[in-house]
C-alpha cells in the first residue's frame, strides 16, 4: 500500500496516519500549544528544515488542522494558529506525554508543566476512555477491536 492510500482507508487509525504520520507534525502541533504561531519560531524551535516546515504547514492547513492568518503589521510573516480541528490534537499529545513518561521515562525529570487552567493547578495527564454508550471509563484491556462487517467477534 502506498502512503498516498491511507487517507482512502476504511480504518481511522490509517486515515489518521496520512495526516499526522511523519515525525513533524505532531512536533509542530505541539510548539503551537506552547505558544509559537509564526514560521521562524517552529524552525528554530524544532531545528527543522525550512523547505520540510514549508511543506508540513501547508499540508496542516490544507487538512484545516492550522489557519493562517495575515498580520495587517507584517503581512509577509503570516500566523498559523490552531483550528478547532487541530486543538482537538491535545488529548493525542496529552496520551503521548504519559505514555512516554510512562515507558520511557528521562532521567532528569519530565520537561513539561502541564496545568488545568480551570483550578490552575499542576497535573499528570491519565488516558481516560469513555463508553458512549454507558458513559462508563475504558481501561485499555476492556477493549475488543474486530472489523465491522467480519465475523471475527469473540464474546
Not at 132 to 148: A, F
Request: net charge neutral.
Amino acid at each position: 500500500m502506498q502512503w498516498t492510500e491511507l487517507s482512502e482507508e476504511r480504518c481511522p487509525i490509517a486515515r489518521f496516519l496520512a495526516v499526522m504520520g511523519d515525525r513533524w507534525a505532531l512536533l509542530i502541533i505541539r510548539q503551537s500549544l506552547r505558544g509559537s504561531r509564526r514560521f521562524e519560531e517552529f524552525r528554530r524551535q524544532l531545528g527543522i528544515s525550512p523547505t520540510i516546515l514549508t511543506r508540513r504547514l501547508q499540508e496542516l492547513t490544507d487538512h484545516g488542522i492550522f489557519t493562517r492568518k495575515v498580520d495587517p503589521e507584517r503581512p509577509k510573516r503570516p500566523e498559523y494558529q490552531l483550528t478547532p480541528k487541530g486543538l482537538d490534537l491535545a488529548s493525542v499529545l496529552m496520551t503521548a506525554i504519559f505514555w512516554g513518561e510512562k515507558y520511557y521515562p528521562d532521567k532528569r525529570g519530565s520537561e513539561w508543566v502541564l496545568e488545568h487552567s480551570a483550578c490552575e493547578n499542576e497535573f499528570t495527564p491519565v488516558p481516560q476512555v469513555s463508553c458512549s454508550e454507558c458513559e462508563e471509563p475504558v481501561p485499555s484491556h476492556e477493549i475488543r477491536l474486530y472489523p465491522r462487517d467480519g465475523n471475527a467477534r469473540n464474546k
